[in-house]
C-alpha cells in the first residue's frame, strides 16, 4: 500500500485529495485543523494542528518512520485580501506563515520521510501568471512557491524524488466562495483532484489548469502595462 501525506486535507482540494488517495488504495496521513471531516474515509490517519505550529508538525512528523512516505502533497494555504489605503501588515503576515513559512517547516520534518523515488507536491496557484489588486500577501506567497519548487526540483533531482508544483485556477472550494464576484471557468474539488492526481501520476513538473483561464492571463501578462493597469482597472479581483 502506498502511503501519502497531505496538509489542508481536511476542506477544500485537499479534503477531495484524500478521499479520492483513499479510495485508490492508498495509505492516507491527511492533517489539518479540522479532523472531522476525515473521521469516516477508510486508509486514513488524521493529524489535528495547525501548519504554522511548529512543534506540532514536528510532532506529527515523528511519528512517521523515516523513508516511509511515497509522496508529501502540501497544500494547506488561505488568502487574505489587502485594502490599499489601510495595509494590514498582521494579514500580510498571516498569509505569508501559512501559505509560505510553514511550507519551509513541512519539508524540514517531511523530507526525510521520503523513500527513494517518491513525489513532493506544492500547491501553488494560477495567480503566478498575472498579479491581481488586493491580492498582495497571496499572490507574493505563491509567486514564492513557484520559485521553491523550481529549485527543489533540481536539488531533489540527484536523491530520485520528483516535484510537482500546482497551478489550479478557480475551484469551488470554502476559500473561493467567499468571492462576490463571477469566477471564470471554476472547477468543482473532484475536477480538480482529478486532474492533479493524474499530473501527478504522470511526474508533471507543473501541473495548472484549467487551459482556458491559464491561456487568458497569460495573454494578458504579455501586454504592456498600461494596457494591463486599463483592462484590469474596473475588474475584480479574487483569490485562485
Not at 145 to 164: E, G, M, P, T
Not at 195 to 206: D, L, Q, T
Amino acid at each position: 500500500m502506498k502511503r501519502i501525506l497531505i496538509t489542508g486535507a481536511t476542506s477544500g482540494i485537499g479534503l477531495q485529495l484524500a478521499k479520492d488517495y483513499a479510495a485508490d488504495g492508498w495509505q492516507v496521513f491527511g492533517c489539518g485543523r479540522r479532523t472531522e471531516a476525515l473521521a469516516d474515509i477508510a486508509n486514513l490517519t488524521a493529524f489535528s494542528f495547525d501548519v504554522t505550529d511548529k512543534q506540532a508538525l514536528q510532532t506529527a512528523a515523528d511519528t512517521i518512520a523515516d523513508a516511509s512516505l511515497d509522496m508529501v502533497l502540501l497544500n494547506a494555504g488561505t488568502c487574505e485580501y489587502q485594502q490599499i489605503d489601510q495595509f494590514d501588515g498582521d494579514s500580510f503576515a498571516r498569509v505569508i506563515n501559512t501559505n509560505l513559512i510553514a511550507v519551509g517547516y513541512c519539508l524540514q520534518f517531511l523530507l526525510p520521510k521520503l523513500k527513494p523515488g517518491a513525489q513532493l507536491a506544492l500547491t501553488g496557484s494560477a495567480v503566478v501568471h498575472l498579479p491581481f489588486s488586493q491580492a498582495e500577501a497571496y499572490g507574493a506567497s505563491k509567486a514564492a512557491i513557484h520559485y521553491l519548487a523550481q529549485s527543489l526540483q533540481r536539488d531533489l533531482h540527484s536523491k530520485n524524488i520528483s516535484v510537482s508544483e500546482i497551478q489550479p485556477g478557480f475551484v469551488d472550494t470554502p476559500l473561493t466562495a467567499r468571492n462576490q464576484f463571477a469566477m471564470p471557468w471554476l472547477m468543482t474539488v473532484e475536477q480538480a483532484s482529478q486532474r492533479i492526481r493524474a499530473g501527478i501520476a504522470n511526474r508533471k513538473a507543473v501541473i495548472a489548469f484549467p487551459w482556458p483561464l491559464l491561456l487568458l492571463l497569460k495573454l494578458v501578462s504579455w501586454l504592456p502595462l498600461r494596457w494591463q493597469l486599463k483592462l484590469l482597472a474596473t475588474q475584480p479581483t479574487g483569490e485562485l
